[in-house]
């Protein structure tokens, strides 16, 4: 059996002896958006408060708000993500997996889109375009994302709040370690900010599989 290392309990409680930014250790926008964002954390009630805004997380370089932690190894993290401005069809949240903050850094997402539409994102290396898998679009709503690294594999699932979570697929990633792990936001503008609040979120170290016996 698996142990895990739980780095990130949901209770309140715990939440409260983290720092300041909760699970994460760092926050900034990335690509240099004129309008600049900020991310909050409640440790009463375990919320994250993110804005950001920024042309997209797309093409060959990036602009958005990034609160991240460093982690090395196999991980999983889960966040709700409920948005609160109205905006672009295509504003973004989610969990992002990234090589450092460079704008054009390679990395590898779970987002969901302000209408309602999930999608797999990642750039395979510095500078490269961004290949997308989109998948159907349930309408505006609050949306559970899980992100689950195995050594170069990367497993999705999403759900609507209150639907159990499904598994979307998986896709290989050389990013290596330590990387990057945290939660993004982006407007898809650079003339309006995107506020979310992420929820029930869930950073946990998990152990290298148990090598079989021969």
């Known amino acids: ?112 889109h302000g209408n309602g539409m999930p999608g797999v994102q990642f750039r395979n290396a510095k500078g490269d375009n961004t290949n997308t898998v989109d998948f159907p679009i349930e309408g505006p709503g609050t949306f559970k994302l899980k992100l689950v690294r195995q050594g170069a594999t990367i497993t999705v699932s999403a759900a609507r709040k209150g639907s159990p979570l499904r598994e979307l697929g998986h896709t290989s990633s050389q990013l290596g370690s330590p990387v990057l792990i945290g939660l993004a936001v982006s407007s898809h503008t650079q003339a309006a900010s995107n506020t979310v609040v992420f929820s029930d979120v869930s950073v946990e170290q998990l152990a290298p599989p148990a090598e079989r016996k021969q």
């Open 1 to 112: 059996m698996r142990q895990l290392l739980l780095i990130c309990l949901l209770a309140g409680s715990a939440f409260a002896q983290a720092g300041k930014l909760g699970a994460f250790t760092s926050s900034d926008d990335i690509g240099a958006p004129p309008m600049k964002g900020s991310a909050e954390f409640d440790a009463a009630t375990g919320y994250y408060k993110i804005t950001g805004s920024g042309t997209d997380i797309w093409g060959k370089a990036d602009q958005f708000r990034y609160l991240w932690r460093e982690m090395s190894g196999n991980f999983s993290v889960t966040a709700t993500a409920e948005f609160l401005t109205e905006g672009n069809d295509h504003r973004k949240a989610g969990i992002m997996l990234r090589q450092s903050t460079d704008t054009d850094s390679p990395y590898c997402d779970l987002v969901i």
